[in-house]
């Protein structure tokens, strides 16, 4: 398929931080946008950011985007069918639901759905941002009676927004955000759970890995319980696998099998390889630096420079914090090959640091 | 107790990152330091690194710290309480193991357990460093008839090498790590292992959480069944338990409960909450500003001179890396009232950058 223009004016129905953001995102990029939302407040704040302007009656949108909460998604869906002759994409986190709500609807090949992996903590208009899709996969869901162009103009849409259009079913969709997102989220709050239940002096010795584990788990409990139920079936038949591997475990531990056990932790190595590496591209080797930096400002912008003054890239950065002292330590990864020369070079200006 | 200062030489058995780590920040504190291994190698490797001098038969060390696989720690400690009139610790992840096996020895008093919160991907003498325990917890687990001289001892080993002495009974200790440790490896292993079942492009939509959440699950499969095989009794009743807030979430999922899951969720977020904050205070209110970065050398360097520039602490850092382009979303985790000048000064500083 040949690459499509984003024709305008797009029309935006929901004023909160995903539809304020693709407001901004199209207006940087010249493209006109009406602006929608139940609450007027909402379309005041947004346009007031610079995101669009009010939809007018007489407006004629040539693509509508859906950005409403999950529960009211398909009737907007069918309503913006209905009432204009627009292409139809939504933004919601889950895609099977509202296909199967209109299938059927003689307007349901104008309707392409969609969802932009990106959030943020906060919400409403005043947290929208032009840069929320920048570099991020936006999954584009065909389903078997979408039209082509329709296809081609979200697909325009998500370009134009900066993301990285992905294309898979609605239903594998669903079932690839149960696995790489709801799923995981699920376990990282078990996990987080049994820590509300520890005795505080145990928690002492957290670490960085127990702090990533667990760091999902500190979204909004209402969100995602409402993204989890929406994705129920593909949800409960990872966590029925996820559940028969944990049996597995207790049963490799019970009876000390060190193999059986290497074998399931083998099969957890293999995973963290089959993410996708940096852009894209396959995984280089890295090395993990590490350097004591001292807390206060200034001084993570003195190792940056030192870094950049060896001439070493920083693919990633963790920051250990430490119960007890005022000096993090702070973890630079740099491809395998540099990361002796980032130590020489860290050490010949005056810092801590070691492979 | 008083401080006790850590008296000398100190025997170092087993020469590899552990033992060789703290050999080189013993001597960095000017500590005579006398190293053992199985292997001649290890010990010529180490003592060559400046971690200590090979132990002659002369020798009488105040200390004995054993850091040898956990298979043969028992053993080693009882020698060495038979061999010297030393104290004697280890270093080993697991802590009642040790304990038990030499119960009833009529030295056993002289023995200390401890377990530095700290560790590398590399092992080995070469992947040691002077700088390994800065600022990282360090059990020490004395047990009922340990002599408190001896404890004394161990936290000035602790104190020496820069660690942050954290004190436990064996037991205690071994529910602790299980907790912040194994039983968190263990279930980001198996949700890593889940995505090694997935189709690839189901992988693409992967974001920071799915990556957070299994990133220890990288780990070496030997080492960590042998040391989950060793701490079996607490990790086995934690799993128990996991198990069984598995199956809560099972039904609350398949009955479409939102209230039950909720009030899982709400356990999850309970739970990041109650791990100690930075430098073991309480955690302040932080907010993200994400910025886009340009992936080559120096950009990095730029952002953090740029907020440093502006004047605000940089808390915590995450870069998230984009599956299409090369651009990265970083992500400067910074006080919540700090956010919105950091945004406004890295604009002026034309940088793209959002709450």
């Given at each position: 398929m040949t690459e499509v223009r984003l024709p305008g004016p797009v029309e935006v129905i929901g004023a909160g931080l995903l539809g304020t953001s693709i407001g901004l995102a199209l207006r940087a990029a010249g493209v006109e946008v009406l602006l929608s939302d139940v609450s007027s407040e909402h379309v005041r704040t947004a346009s007031g950011l610079g995101a669009g302007r009010p939809r007018a009656p007489e407006d004629r949108p040539a693509l509508v985007v859906v950005a409403v909460p999950p529960d009211h998604l398909a009737t907007t869906i069918v309503r913006s069918l209905e009432l204009t002759d627009a292409v139809v994409t939504d933004v919601g986190s889950v895609k099977s639901g509202p296909v199967a709500a209109i299938a059927?609807?003689?307007?349901?090949?104008?309707y392409v759905g969609s969802h932009p992996m990106a959030g943020s903590e906060r919400s409403g208009p005043?947290?929208?941002?032009?840069?929320?899709?920048?570099?991020r996969p936006w999954a584009i869901t065909p389903h078997d009676t979408s039209d082509p162009r329709a296809v081609g103009v979200v697909e325009a849409l998500v370009r134009t927004c900066g993301g990285v259009p992905i294309r898979l079913s609605p239903a594998e969709h669903d079932k690839a955000v149960a696995r790489v997102s709801h799923v995981p989220h699920l376990v990282s709050a078990l996990v987080a759970g049994r820590l509300a239940a520890?005795?505080?002096?145990?928690?002492?010795?957290?670490?960085?890995g127990v702090r990533d584990v667990t760091?999902?788990?500190?979204?909004d409990p209402a969100l995602y319980g409402q993204i989890v139920d929406a994705n129920a079936p593909a949800v409960l038949e990872l966590l029925a696998e996820g559940r028969e591997q944990l049996d597995a475990v207790i049963a490799a531990v019970g009876r000390a099998d060190r193999a059986d056990l290497e074998a399931l932790l083998a099969q957890g190595v293999a995973g963290t390889r089959a993410i996708p590496g940096k852009h894209g591209a396959p995984e280089r080797p890295v090395a993990i630096v590490y350097v004591s930096v001292p807390d206060h400002p200034g001084e993570l912008a003195r190792l940056f420079a030192d870094a950049s003054a060896v001439g070493v890239n920083i693919e990633d950065v963790h920051i250990d914090h430490d119960p007890g002292r005022p000096v993090g330590l702070v973890q630079l990864v740099v491809a395998e090959d540099r990361a002796d020369a980032l130590v020489d070079g860290l050490h010949e200006r005056g810092w801590t640091a070691r492979v």
């Open positions: 059927g609807h003689p307007e349901v090949g104008r005043l947290a929208g941002s032009a840069a929320l899709f920048e570099g520890a005795p505080p002096d145990h928690l002492l010795l957290s670490g960085q760091r999902v788990a500190a979204g």
